[in-house]
């Protein structure tokens, strides 16, 4: 049939009985021919998450304290799945490496990574797969940024060497031999890397979730589920908090256009969801895809009079943020004004900083702040046909009382993205749910 990738989320690789079920998986599909693997997860409520342990280990050594005890729940928690696993993969000679790159002060990068490294090991011999380290083969460059077309090259030739292999997820290297990590949950973004170095026919993301649901199902209660998708409206979706794949690991995949299947390891009979390049047929009825809300963003609105004859007024404006080195989430305008959406993550606590260097710079009539908003994308490529869309979503808002502090329609005409107060997220998601999902 062709190649397929699957990556393996921490829930699905937590302890050996989450491995077991994995290797059924793999061995279930003989086209399943590279496989990465996250840290192991959770295995139950109230436990921790190996590269939470892992930095926990690196903070206690930075500030001098005793880290040994939690470094040996580290090495019992692999030592106690090799043994169940019935491999024997030399895993503590590994962890006796690590610890002692651990005291001669390892990276913050390099002891989280830790985590996929070990794990994947024990998977591999488990398989009898080879395994295959990402570091030196996903490429950062000195300031930390992916090189994609440097680590396509790299995977595709050391990938072309083993039949089958599993790699750990989450990190790379940068030129100087460093070990650099993603953010929380790039093992997806190393998973669309490999598929795309493959030349995979699908890369297929297993999590304990078969799929996207239309909403959150902590906010609505039995969410419809998504079967097809395509790589835009997700994006839209995961960029504004649904967070079943990590927003970067559709872009690799998108470029070599290779469909993305999210899976549910617990219930591999499950088709779960089919991410595509094009949207699917709109079924009768189905106006929107999902909606998706994020909390904690922050509107500075501005005006200025004969705004729309001046020039240079929103570069300037980009340019003070970019100086902060602050995205540009969102940029509504009108005739004499500009609003610009900031996270408040982001802003970092300097927003009396920023909003001077307005002032100063881009000579304002008035400055208006709006803190505690809460954005909230509608996505789908069936509004774009069908009148009324926007005003059946304002009207559910206004049935349930939720004032709109913002409105942003992007060009396609597939997402409409509003700001509610933070405290009117989750009764907002309802009701639009509710007006557009029967």
């Known amino acids: 049939m062709g190649i397929k990738v699957a990556k393996f989320g921490g829930s699905s690789v937590a302890d050996a009985i989450q491995i077991g079920k994995t290797r059924n998986i793999i061995e279930a599909d003989p086209d399943r021919r590279y496989i990465v693997v996250s840290a192991p997860g959770k295995r139950f409520d109230g436990d921790t998450k190996v590269t939470d342990l892992l930095y926990l280990c690196k903070t206690h050594i930075e500030h001098r304290l005793p880290y040994e005890q939690l470094f040996q729940v580290v090495c019992d928690r692999y030592k106690v799945t090799e043994v169940n696993l019935g491999v024997e993969a030399d895993i503590q000679k590994h962890l006796d490496e690590i610890k002692e790159t651990l005291e001669k002060g390892a990276t913050a990068d390099y002891v989280a990574s830790r985590g996929e490294y070990l794990n994947a090991i024990l998977i591999a011999a488990y398989l009898g797969y080879d395994f295959v380290d990402a570091a030196g083969l996903v490429c950062f460059d000195a300031k930390g940024r992916l090189m994609p077309e440097e680590t396509d090259r790299a995977l595709r030739k050391e990938l072309e060497k083993h039949e089958r292999a599993v790699l750990p997820g989450f990190y790379g290297s940068t030129p100087d031999g460093n070990v650099k990590t993603f953010s929380r949950g790039g093992s997806d973004i190393t998973g669309a890397l490999v598929a795309r170095a493959v030349d995979a026919q699908v890369y297929e993301n ?54 993305i299947n ?177």
């Not at 649904?242 to 559709?250: G, K, M, Q």
């Not at 729309?308 to 970019?322: C, H, K, P, Q, T």
């Open 206 to 259: 297993w999590t304990d979730v078969s799929g996207f649901l239309m909403a959150d199902p902590r906010i609505v209660e039995n969410a419809k589920p998504i079967s097809t998708i395509s790589y835009m409206e997700l994006r839209e979706l995961s960029y504004m908090g649904a967070s079943v794949l990590h927003e970067d690991a559709i872009y690799p995949a998108r470029v070599a256009n290779i469909p």
């Open 262 to 438: 999210i899976r549910n390891t617990n219930r591999p009979q499950d088709e779960g969801t089919m991410i595509t390049a094009k949207a699917g047929p709109v079924e009768d009825g189905q106006i929107i895809t999902g909606i998706a809300g994020s909390k904690d963003f922050t509107v500075v609105a501005i005006y200025k009079n004969m705004l729309s004859d001046e020039r240079g007024f929103v570069r300037r404006l980009a340019g003070i943020l970019e100086d902060y080195d602050i995205p540009l989430e969102h940029l509504p305008t009108g005739i004499d004004t500009v609003s610009v959406v900031l996270s408040n993550k982001k802003i970092d606590g300097r927003l009396d900083e920023i909003l001077e260097e307005f002032k100063q710079q881009l000579k304002p009539d008035s400055v208006e702040v709006f803190e505690h908003i809460a954005l909230i994308a509608t996505v789908g490529y069936g509004m774009s046909a069908r009148p009324g869309v926007s005003a059946a979503l304002f009207t559910a808002l206004a049935q349930v009382g939720v004032n709109i502090r913002m409105i942003d329609q992007g060009s396609s005409e597939m997402n409409i993205i509003v700001g509610v107060e933070n405290k009117d997220l989750e009764t907002s998601i309802k009701a639009i749910y509710d007006a557009f999902v029967k």
